[in-house]
């Protein structure tokens, strides 16, 4: 009677989170001796559901199993059994570490059907080498279907089949970047922060392919859990579109999360998070295949969250380590000091100042910037999409002669929604633009946007002329701060003297026809006998109301004012402060009887 055959269920193994299967390594005594077939079965002795064997009676079969530890017995025909402890672990954390890190979306985003459009923020450790940010290809067989897009020694590429289209301009790894690649009909475009950075034209699809979709690797059917052409570095705020967004929508995107708003028509539409507004054009929630923002608050169960209709988590695997999500989502001050140092900003290693120029030099003028502190604009003008001034003050400098009531100043141009809790002084000429545009790409209007909730102010120099016995004619550029947009206002809650435009003061007004007739005071003196506004027929003196500086006056409604002092020679400038809530928009005002 021979001896019975000795088992060995081979080592056991823990393996890296998020794999969820292994090839066993039992082997078959060896002994030249024994010369009758050896056979054997694996069978699960404990552990969680859900696990099993490709084929049983092979020693090297494939295991699959759920998060946990199972024992595993190989039992030899005729002989012995051995028991091997096999774990399968989740991952907790969110990373890119260059080496085996990814997410897998399984065979899912296959971009087979036409247009569509992929973006995020990528703020990569290399850029030597293939870089995977998305892909869905086989590496041993790129030719059998599937895309992938990379960096490749810096350059953005999108590739399938035999085919490759790049970007113009390549990235680095000093900070971080929004790249997106549009596929509309033949043409092919190439976005890094909002900037057009390359087109291509192909009337292709990537061809079907059942590998998996990665992120931040590319999947390798000769060694499933070892992937290649992994990104190093950290990913942000993926979006998967089934369609070309527009450059407008793109860029109105960029700097924010986007959330699903349900409308008077009961469709889902993409509002931004940051910028209460929805995305121009009329974008759906259902235009968004993929909406993964890869934040580790977001991880459940070793998957991180698909905020899209469609929900396709996403399973994290070999990933150990956190990494930083501080893409500019929007760009944050941290202190006072200059727009364009980089320390005002809140992550100055990895951000550019905003507004600055891109990777080809062209000027990115749609960031969305919050502010707390004391900043100036370095005697710069400043163009964005959206700024939310939540306390502090924006000095956009510049200075005027008082004499010849010239000088200098910087524009702040805001192209889509301005929040004004904090203030915004514009010295010297400078001036805040709020923009109305027209989109050809969306058949649409864009006008700037006041939020009507802002409690803050604007400081507007002014000159006129300082003789009291010369009129002024004007309007205000502000009405009342704390006030509903473009409310009525009294010239006295208003105006201030900007002798020292640094610290204004409060006009002294009295209802004395001369009361401004002597030498100059501190503060200056106006005298409201003077203080008229027109409603009535053109031509009839009559018609003109005397309204003081307690009067109301309608947002735009000008007014008659004569100056600070008789002493003034008729040439003298006197420089005046407005601060108030600054108009906005397109104010309608009716000149006639009351």
């Not at 680095?172 to 190439?190: D, G, Y």
């Not at 349900?262 to 759906?284: F, T, Y």
């Not at 002014?462 to 502000?478: C, E």
Request: net charge negative; proline share 4%; charged share 20%.
């Amino acid at each position: 009677q021979p001896d019975e055959l000795v088992a060995d269920a081979g080592p056991d193994q823990v393996l890296g989170c998020g794999i969820t299967s292994t090839n066993l390594a039992s082997v078959f005594q060896t002994d030249e001796t024994r010369t009758e077939e050896q056979t054997g079965t694996w069978s699960i002795v404990n552990g969680p559901s859900g696990g099993s064997f490709i084929n049983a009676n092979n020693p090297k079969t494939l295991f699959t199993g759920n998060q946990g530890t199972y024992t595993l017995r190989w039992s030899v025909t005729c002989g012995k059994t051995d028991d091997v402890k096999i774990t399968f672990k989740t991952c907790s954390t969110l990373d890119f570490d260059g080496q085996d890190d990814h997410v897998n979306m399984g065979d899912n985003y296959g971009l087979d059907s036409g247009n569509f459009s992929l973006e995020a923020w990528v703020k990569p450790k290399s850029v030597n080498g293939e870089h995977t940010i998305i892909s869905k290809r086989d590496f041993t067989d790129l030719s059998a279907g599937g895309y992938d897009f990379v960096i490749n020694n810096g350059v953005l590429q999108f590739r399938y089949g035999t085919k490759t289209f790049e970007a113009s301009d390549p990235v680095n790894t000093s900070r971080w970047f929004h790249i997106a690649v549009i596929k509309n009909n033949s043409e092919f475009k190439f976005f890094v922060d909002g900037i057009e950075v390359g087109t291509a034209t192909d009337t292709g699809i990537p061809a079907s392919t059942p590998a998996p979709m990665l992120v931040g690797a590319i999947y390798d059917s000769s060694a499933p859990n070892t992937t290649k052409n992994q990104f190093h570095g950290w990913i942000e705020e993926l979006r998967i579109w089934n369609k070309p967004i527009t450059t407008e929508q793109l860029r109105f995107m960029m700097n924010q999360r986007i959330k699903d708003i349900v409308n008077e028509k009961n469709e889902g539409i993409v509002r931004g998070e940051i910028i209460p507004l929805d995305v121009p054009g009329g974008l759906q929630w259902t235009d968004l295949d993929g909406y993964y923002r890869l934040i580790v608050a977001e991880i459940s169960g070793g998957t991180t969250t698909d905020r899209a209709q469609n929900k396709v988590s996403g399973k994290l695997v070999n990933i150990t380590t956190s990494q930083n999500n501080t893409a500019p989502l929007p760009y944050q001050s941290a202190k006072n000091g200059s727009w364009r140092t980089k320390d005002t900003w809140l992550r100055p290693n990895v951000w550019d100042v905003p507004n600055a120029t891109g990777i080809n030099n062209d000027t990115i003028n749609w960031n969305i910037v919050k502010i707390k502190h004391t900043i100036y604009s370095n005697n710069t003008a400043i163009s964005l999409l959206g700024l939310l001034s939540e306390s502090g003050t924006l000095n956009m400098q510049g200075s005027t002669s008082i004499s010849t009531g010239t000088g200098t100043g910087n524009s702040l141009t805001i192209s889509h929604y301005l929040k004004l809790d904090g203030n915004i002084d514009l010295q010297g000429e400078s001036q805040l633009i709020q923009t109305e545009i027209g989109n050809p790409e969306t058949n649409q209007t864009i006008t700037s946007v006041l939020e009507e909730s802002s409690t803050g102010y604007i400081e507007r120099d002014q000159q006129g002329t300082a003789n009291s016995f010369n009129y002024n004619y004007w309007s205000s550029p502000v009405s009342l701060q704390g006030a509903a947009n473009n409310s009525t206002y009294t010239i006295g809650s208003v105006m201030l003297d900007g002798t020292n435009s640094a610290t204004p003061l409060g006009l002294s007004f009295n209802d004395w026809y001369e009361y401004a007739d002597g030498p100059y005071a501190t503060p200056r003196k106006i005298s409201n006998y003077w203080l008229y506004k027109f409603r009535g027929n053109s031509n009839v003196y009559s018609e003109w109301e005397r309204v003081g500086s307690a009067g109301t006056l309608l947002a735009g409604e000008g007014y008659t004012m004569k100056g600070t002092s008789g002493s003034a020679a008729i040439p003298d400038r006197q420089n005046y402060v407005f601060k108030g809530k600054p108009n906005n928009g397109t104010i309608n005002l009716d000149i006639g009887l009351d």
